[in-house]
């Protein structure tokens, strides 16, 4: 069973920074696509960033010069690092994984808040 744990979220400052974290049990893990996505209050899921098995990154216009994924194989990790955050920012933070060099997203985690105070 894949199972996906974000972490890292919580409660910052506007123009502060978070790390958020996700560890997979996918398998391979280095051969999956791994992405950000969020959703706010009353709002659809939306994209945030994604990394393929190729290290290839994709941000949405939103977050793009602010956000920065990564990813290690080794430790089955993928990363959104987030710095100039503000309070459109603030939701809960899920990450997914695609099956073997795929581009769609079938497994997810259960989410981490973050919010941003103004």
């Known amino acids: 069973q894949v199972q996906l744990v974000e972490s890292g979220g919580g409660l910052v400052q506007a123009g502060g920074s978070l790390r958020l974290s996700c560890s997979a049990s996918?398998?391979?893990?280095?051969?999956?696509?791994m992405g950000w996505f969020r959703q706010a209050p009353g709002k659809e899921r939306e994209f945030v960033a994604r990394?393929?098995?190729?290290?290839?990154?994709y941000y949405a216009d939103s977050v793009k010069g602010r956000f920065t994924i990564s990813r290690d194989n080794a430790k089955n990790t993928v990363y959104l690092q987030m710095n100039s955050l503000k309070p459109e920012d603030t939701a809960v933070y899920y990450c997914a994984a695609t099956d073997r060099f795929s581009s769609h997203y079938v497994y997810w985690g259960q989410g981490t808040q973050v919010t941003v105070s103004s």
């Open positions: 990394i393929r098995w190729s290290g290839d990154t």
């Open positions: 996918v398998r391979p893990f280095k051969d999956s696509a």
